[in-house]
C-alpha cells in the first residue's frame, strides 16, 4: 500500500475523476467512476454500489482491456454508425472546399481540390461521453491526458485514382499517418480498416480528426468509428492495489468491516 501514502484515498478517487480532493466521499467517487467510464452504468446514484463493489466491478471492466474491449467514447451512437444526424464536421483548414454527408450508415467525404491540401472530417472531444461536465471546481473532461485511447474506422474508396493514398488520424494533439494502397488499378473499390493506431492525449479540448492529403478529388466513405480507452491509468494501478482488500469473494459485511474499516473513510 505505499503508493496510497501521501493522500487519503478519498483525495486519490477524487483526483483520479479530475474532481477537488474533497468532492466526493470515497464511496461517491468509486460509483462516480464506474458511472462515467463503464458500459451499462451510466444511470446509477454514487451511493449504488459500496466501495468494495465498485471496485469489483472496475477490476472486471480492466479485464477485457487491450483485447476488443475497454470503454467506448463515442456514446452518441450515430457518431460511431452514421444512421442519421452526428457531431461530425468538415476539417478543412485551407478552405479548399471539402464538403461531407451523412447517408445510408456512412458518412461520405467530398474533397473539393485537386491539391494536396488537408481534408477529412473531425469531432470534438467534448462531444465524447458528453467530455465536460460542471462542478465547483470547475469542468472536467472524460477525455484523460496521458491515458491510452485506441481508435478504429472503416475507410472506403471508390474508383480511385492511382498513386499512393495516405490518411492521417489526429487525437487530443497526437496523430499518426497511415499509407492505405499503391493504386495501379483505378477501377477498383480500397476497403480498409484501421485498428492499431493508440493515441496518448496531450489534449482535452482537442479534435479527433480523419483526412487525407492526395491530389485526388474522388470521395471516400468513413464508418463504424470507435474510440476506446485501453488503459485507465491511476485507476488501475489503484485497483490492483486494493485487489486484496476488495477480492471477488470478499462480499459479507463482516469481511468488509475487519479488511477495510480502517482504511476506507466513512
Known amino acids: 500500500m505505499a503508493n496510497l501514502q501521501g493522500k487519503t484515498l478519498t483525495e486519490r478517487m477524487n483526483d483520479i475523476n479530475g474532481d477537488g480532493p474533497h468532492e466526493f466521499t470515497f464511496t461517491e467517487a468509486c460509483n462516480r467512476y464506474v ?10 446514484g454514487y451511493n449504488k454500489y459500496t466501495a468494495k463493489e465498485a471496485f469489483n466491478i472496475m477490476r472486471g471492466s480492466m479485464g477485457d482491456a487491450g483485447h476488443g474491449g475497454g470503454i467506448e467514447m463515442l456514446s452518441t451512437t450515430n457518431d460511431r454508425i452514421f444512421n442519421g444526424p452526428n457531431n461530425w464536421t468538415v476539417y478543412d483548414p485551407t478552405g479548399a472546399g471539402c464538403g461531407i454527408s451523412t447517408s445510408i450508415g456512412t458518412l461520405f ?12 472530417v473531425q469531432l470534438k472531444t467534448q462531444v465524447m461521453k458528453g467530455a465536460f461536465t460542471s462542478g465547483p471546481y470547475g469542468a472536467k473532461s472524460d477525455i484523460r491526458i496521458g491515458h491510452t485511447y485506441r481508435v478504429m474506422a472503416d475507410i472506403e474508396v471508390t474508383d480511385p485514382v492511382t498513386g499512393e493514398w495516405t490518411f492521417t488520424m489526429e487525437f487530443g494533439g497526437d496523430s499518426q499517418q497511415f499509407k492505405i494502397f499503391d493504386v495501379v488499378d483505378t477501377s477498383c473499390t480500397l476497403d480498409f480498416h484501421i485498428t492499431d493506431p493508440s493515441f496518448t492525449p496531450s489534449s482535452t479540448t482537442s479534435y479527433l480528426r480523419i483526412y487525407e492529403e492526395s491530389t485526388s478529388l474522388v470521395a471516400w466513405r468513413l464508418d463504424n468509428v470507435s474510440v476506446k480507452r485501453i488503459s485507465v491509468g491511476e485507476v488501475e494501478e489503484l485497483v490492483s492495489e486494493m485487489a486484496g482488500l476488495f477480492g471477488s469473494h470478499e462480499r459479507t459485511a463482516t469481511e468488509s468491516l475487519n479488511k477495510v474499516s480502517v482504511i476506507i473513510p466513512a
Open 35 to 44: 458511472r462515467t467510464n463503464i458500459s451499462w452504468y451510466s444511470g446509477i
Open 109 to 120: 467525404v467530398i474533397p473539393a481540390s485537386a491539391e494536396p491540401d488537408k481534408q477529412g
